[in-house]
């Protein structure tokens, strides 16, 4: 009998360990979540320049970015569509898929708090802020010289960096 408890014990010991064994959540690689439709949603910017606050002057309020979409495709192409304006380009992760670059990425930034940045070109390389199955935030930043900042007195050119989060959620 004690040698028959010895075994029901043990039985009991390891179903106990199976059953509490949880199989490992299998994460879908980055790679895969970002190939399908992205439509824009917003494009948050943060302006800064010789240590001042742009927000209280209302520059860094978030835009609506609903014309932009971009699509990604599993071989490495993608085609963005910002308005009826159409481009299409390379795509690559970069940074052990930290970044996204996006080769021929064509957005125009437009006027933002009443600066207008629409002679800016970003950069192709995006920091990957955040990516879920329907949502991705890519960030960027920039430098430009501005000189009429509305609610500055003075037009004096700044030198401002500019940080620009795009969100877009997948369709």
Do not use: H
Not at 26 to 43: C, M
Not at 67 to 75: A, E, G, L, M, R
Not at 82 to 87: C, F, L, Q, R
């Amino acid at each position: 009998m004690k040698y028959f408890n010895k075994i029901l014990v043990l039985v009991a010991l390891i179903t106990i360990g199976f059953a509490s064994c949880k199989k490992k959540d299998e994460v879908t690689p980055v790679r895969d979540r970002l190939i399908g439709v992205w439509k824009g949603d917003t494009a948050v910017p943060n302006v800064t320049a010789a240590g001042l606050d742009f927000s209280p002057l209302g520059i860094n309020e978030p835009v609506g970015i609903d014309s932009v979409s971009i699509t990604i495709n599993n071989d490495g192409t993608f085609s963005s569509t910002v308005g009826s304006e159409t481009v299409n380009g390379q795509w690559t992760l970069e940074s052990n898929d930290t970044q996204i670059k996006l080769s021929g990425f064509n957005y125009n930034v437009g006027v933002i708090g009443g600066i207008d940045f629409s002679s800016t070109v970003l950069p192709e390389t995006f920091d990957i802020d955040e990516l879920t199955d329907t949502r991705v935030v890519l960030r960027t930043s920039f430098e430009q010289t501005l000189s009429n900042i509305p609610g500055l007195p003075l037009p004096i050119p700044i030198t401002a960096t500019i940080e620009l989060k795009l969100s877009f959620n997948k369709q």
